[in-house]
């Protein structure tokens, strides 16, 4: 399938890279391999969209983040188990 490149409007593909998050208490910040991402061939632009996003700040809000390493995958982060069913402060939805 193809998609769109949010930031040239150029042909882009499906890939993965590494990401640095950090915690939502601000106490430090996580690699995480294997993310989801957009690849752009035409801007190199790597990006991840919006819903990649919100997966990743929910999860590290549901989670005992002191239980993360300092490197971590993606699958592996979003099997975690969450403390709570859903993120009650999110009100966009």
């Given at each position: 399938m193809d998609i769109s490149?949010?930031?040239?409007g150029g042909k882009a593909s499906n890939g993965?890279?590494?990401v640095y998050?950090?915690?939502p208490d601000g106490s430090r910040a996580i690699e995480?391999?294997?993310t989801p991402a957009v690849d752009c061939g035409e801007c190199e632009?790597?990006?991840q969209n919006e819903d990649i996003i919100k997966e990743?700040?929910?999860q590290l809000f549901?989670?005992?983040t002191k239980k993360i390493?300092?490197?971590v995958g993606f699958k592996e982060l979003m099997e975690l188990p969450r403390l709570l069913k859903r993120n009650y402060f999110d009100f966009s939805s």
């Open positions: 490149c949010e930031w040239c993965e890279n590494t998050w950090e915690l995480i391999t294997m632009m790597v990006y990743i700040e929910d549901l989670v005992d390493s300092s490197s």
